[in-house]
C-alpha cells in the first residue's frame, strides 16, 4: 500500500499545480476528479490498481433517520482505488472525496491569455463544512481508515465590491477555519489547495495579511 499511497500523493500534486496554475479552467469538480484519475492511470496503465470514478455506495433507508421516506438509495465516493488482483470483488485500498468550492464575486477575470466570465458565488463557511461532513460520512461507511480529502478553494473579489473588501478577505480564513475545526476526521488527511484573485490579479494570504493557510500532502494515508 506504501507505493500505492506515494503514487497518490504525486497525484494530487500534479493536480494541485495544475490547479494554482489555471484554476477556473475547472468547471465543476468532475473536472478534478477525472485529472486525478488520469494522473493515477499513467502510473498504472495495465493494474494492478485502478482508480474507480463514482465508486456505488449503497445506503440503507435506516440511515436517513426517522421521518424518511426513501427506501433505498445509492450514494458515491468521488474516487476509491482498487486492488484488481486475480480475485473477483475488487477490495477498496482508499477513499477519496474532491470539493470545488468557489468563493467568487461576479466579473470578468483575466489569466494569461485566458479571459473567464465568473458568476457570483453564494457559498459560505457553512456550506464548505457541510460538505465535509457528508464527504466523511461515505468515506466512513467504506474506507473508515484509509482516505483522502482533497479541497480545492477559489477566491475572487473585485472592486466592484470594494465596499466589502474586509468581508471577502476574512471569508477566506472563515472558509479554511471551519473546515479546519471539524475534529471526526484526521485532519493530516484533508489536503486543502487555494487560490486568490483580487481584481483580476493573483495574491496570497500574506498579501492580505491573513493567517499562513495550514496544507499538507501526507506521506501515509
Not at 493494474?47 to 445506503?59: D, I, M, S, T, W
Not at 473477483?88 to 461576479?106: A, Q, R
Not at 465590491?161 to 473546515?179: F, N, P
Not at 488527511?189 to 481584481?199: A, C, G, K, M, P
Request: proline residues 4%.
Amino acid at each position: 500500500m506504501e507505493n500505492v499511497t506515494e503514487v497518490i500523493n504525486e497525484c494530487v500534486i500534479n493536480v494541485a499545480e495544475k490547479f494554482v496554475n489555471d484554476p477556473f479552467k475547472y468547471f465543476d469538480e468532475g473536472d478534478l476528479h477525472f485529472e486525478l484519475q488520469e494522473q493515477f492511470k499513467k502510473k498504472y496503465p495495465s493494474g494492478p490498481y485502478y482508480a474507480h470514478r463514482e465508486y456505488p455506495l449503497p445506503v440503507e433507508n435506516f440511515e436517513f433517520g426517522k421521518g424518511k421516506e426513501k427506501k433505498s438509495k445509492t450514494a458515491w465516493i468521488d474516487i476509491v482505488v482498487t486492488n484488481l488482483g486475480d480475485t473477483v470483488s475488487e477490495k477498496p485500498l482508499l477513499g477519496i472525496e474532491m470539493f470545488l468550492g468557489n468563493f467568487n464575486d461576479e466579473g470578468l477575470i483575466a489569466i494569461g491569455s485566458r479571459k473567464y466570465f465568473l458568476t457570483n458565488s453564494h457559498f459560505t463557511d457553512k456550506d464548505a463544512l457541510e460538505h465535509l461532513k457528508d464527504d466523511y460520512w461515505r468515506l466512513k461507511k467504506k474506507t473508515p481508515n484509509k482516505y483522502l480529502l482533497v479541497y480545492f478553494l477559489t477566491h475572487v473579489f473585485t472592486r466592484k465590491t470594494s465596499g466589502r473588501r474586509m468581508e471577502r478577505i476574512s471569508r477566506i480564513s472563515k472558509i479554511t477555519d471551519a473546515l479546519r475545526s471539524y475534529t471526526k476526521i484526521d485532519q493530516n488527511r484533508l489536503v486543502i489547495i487555494e487560490t486568490i484573485y483580487d481584481d483580476g490579479i493573483e495574491t496570497n494570504r500574506q498579501e492580505l495579511g491573513l493567517p499562513t493557510l495550514k496544507s499538507n500532502i501526507p506521506t501515509h494515508i
